[in-house]
């Protein structure tokens, strides 16, 4: 396809760049007045998921009011633990829920499900896809995503959110082969979502692993980057990038991971990451979520330091993490547009 801005594409496969790519994690979201309109029509945030027309509006929505250089399919990662049969519900100001959660063999036939067409339970993605890249009509283009198989597992084991993930680390010593079992079962139902989703018109993959960090070094090479790369190793014919957040020991392992980009936190520093990685990856963040909530001068003396920092053209801009709900939207077009005016 011919695109009428493909800078995302091309800095993520190492080509020239005239300029930094910028969007935002999250960016489909509160901060847009718009994005809260299309949300209190409806009954709450799982319903505009699964509701392929409007998950399609709230994905071209930022692309128009915030001038964004890509697309990120409006979803969420627990969609595939509620494919696999453990259905989750979305709790205003709590988060993420699940009733039931996996905590033996038997857990695992019910609610690990793997025998299943993807595209049965999980249709509404692919169609919302299609539906955002008819629309886009190549102007920038369009981000499709996953959780990595430890987040999903995190969430599949603990219930909901948490500060520890105490039982899901327990699991991983009490019970390493069962542990081992819901990850691959989660890995090949992801790479089946993936792939599903490069066919409807994802350009690019990215996959979230938000609880990385929890983990120490050599128990995150087994339970998360193994079957970060089986996905990073499986999905063919687009980019893929992998944000590991918090797992800044696990870096010079992924920089061998078979993806073209590497998601950065803010805690990480790109000039030191680029110095492990060498130029054979492309870097994508790194700005502090929290930064937004300065003055429009200061986020751009801070976004240009960040940008002087970068000693590369293989960079993505964007945020160490999704975009905070109460930030001014205008704070968010300051930050887009010094990317846009900085020269490289």
Same mark, same amino acid.
């Given at each position: 396809?011919?695109?009428?801005?493909?800078?995302?594409?091309?800095?993520?496969?190492?080509?020239?760049?005239?300029?930094?790519?910028?969007?935002?994690?999250?960016?489909?979201?509160?901060?847009?007045?718009?994005?809260?309109?299309?949300?209190?029509?409806?009954?709450?945030?799982?319903?505009?998921?699964?509701t392929?027309a409007?998950?399609?509006?709230?994905?071209?929505?930022?692309?128009d009011h915030?001038?964004?250089?890509?697309?990120?399919?409006?979803s969420?990662?627990?969609?595939?633990?509620?494919?696999?049969?453990?259905?989750?519900?979305?709790?205003?100001?709590?988060?993420p829920?699940?009733?039931?959660?996996?905590k033996s063999?038997?857990?695992?036939?019910?609610h690990?499900?793997?025998?299943?067409?993807?595209?049965?339970?999980?249709?509404?993605?692919?169609?919302?896809l299609?539906?955002?890249?008819?629309?886009l009509?190549?102007?920038?283009p369009?981000i499709?995503?996953?959780?990595?198989?430890?987040?999903?597992?995190?969430?599949?084991?603990?219930?909901?959110?948490?500060?520890?993930?105490? *039982?899901? +680390?327990?699991?991983?010593?009490? $019970?390493? !082969? %069962?542990?081992?079992? @819901?990850?691959?079962?989660?890995?090949?139902?992801?790479i089946?979502?993936?792939?599903?989703?490069?066919?409807?018109?994802?350009?690019?993959?990215?996959?979230?692993?938000?609880?990385?960090?929890?983990?120490?070094?050599?128990?995150?090479?087994?339970?998360?980057?193994?079957?970060?790369n089986?996905?990073?190793?499986?999905?063919?014919?687009?980019?893929?990038?992998?944000?590991?957040?918090?797992?800044?020991?696990?870096?010079?392992?992924?920089a061998?991971?078979?993806?073209?980009?590497?998601?950065?936190?803010?805690?990480?520093?790109?000039? *030191?990451? +680029?110095k492990?990685?060498?130029? $054979?990856? !492309? %870097?994508?963040?790194? @700005?502090?979520?929290?930064?937004?909530?300065?003055s429009?001068?200061?986020?751009?003396?801070?976004?240009?330091?960040?940008?002087?920092?970068?000693?590369?053209?293989?960079?993505?801009?964007?945020?160490?993490?999704?975009v905070?709900?109460?930030?001014?939207?205008?704070?968010?077009?300051?930050?887009?547009?010094?990317?846009?005016?900085?020269?490289?």
């Amino acid at each position: 396809m011919d695109f009428k801005n493909d800078l995302l594409l091309r800095a993520a496969r190492g080509e020239n760049i005239e300029r930094y790519p910028v969007w935002l994690m999250r960016q489909a979201g509160r901060i847009l007045p718009e994005y809260r309109a299309v949300r209190n029509s409806l009954s709450g945030f799982k319903e505009l998921v699964e509701t392929p027309a409007l998950a399609a509006e709230v994905t071209i929505q930022p692309v128009d009011h915030l001038g964004v250089d890509a697309a990120i399919i409006f979803s969420d990662i627990l969609v595939i633990p509620e494919a696999m049969g453990l259905e989750y519900q979305m709790v205003e100001k709590v988060g993420p829920y699940f009733e039931k959660t996996i905590k033996s063999e038997a857990d695992l036939i019910q609610h690990g499900q793997t025998d299943f067409n993807v595209e049965d339970r999980l249709g509404y993605v692919k169609e919302a896809l299609e539906i955002t890249k008819k629309e886009l009509n190549g102007r920038v283009p369009l981000i499709g995503f996953a959780g990595a198989p430890w987040t999903i597992f995190c969430y599949m084991v603990e219930g909901g959110g948490s500060k520890t993930f105490s *039982e899901a +680390r327990k699991m991983l010593y009490q $019970n390493p !082969t %069962l542990a081992h079992e @819901l990850l691959n079962r989660i890995t090949e139902v992801t790479i089946r979502y993936l792939k599903m989703q490069v066919t409807a018109g994802a350009d690019l993959i990215q996959v979230f692993d938000s609880w990385a960090g929890i983990l120490g070094q050599k128990q995150y090479e087994e339970f998360g980057l193994k079957y970060m790369n089986k996905i990073a190793d499986a999905i063919k014919g687009v980019p893929v990038t992998l944000f590991a957040k918090g797992a800044y020991a696990a870096l010079p392992n992924l920089a061998q991971s078979n993806c073209n980009t590497l998601g950065l936190d803010w805690n990480m520093n790109a000039a *030191e990451v +680029r110095k492990l990685v060498g130029e $054979n990856k !492309t %870097l994508q963040g790194n @700005l502090d979520p929290c930064a937004l909530y300065t003055s429009h001068k200061e986020i751009e003396q801070l976004t240009i330091n960040m940008l002087d920092s970068f000693e590369s053209k293989r960079h993505i801009v964007n945020l160490g993490h999704g975009v905070y709900p109460d930030i001014d939207p205008n704070k968010v077009k300051t930050f887009i547009k010094t990317v846009k005016d900085y020269e490289i």
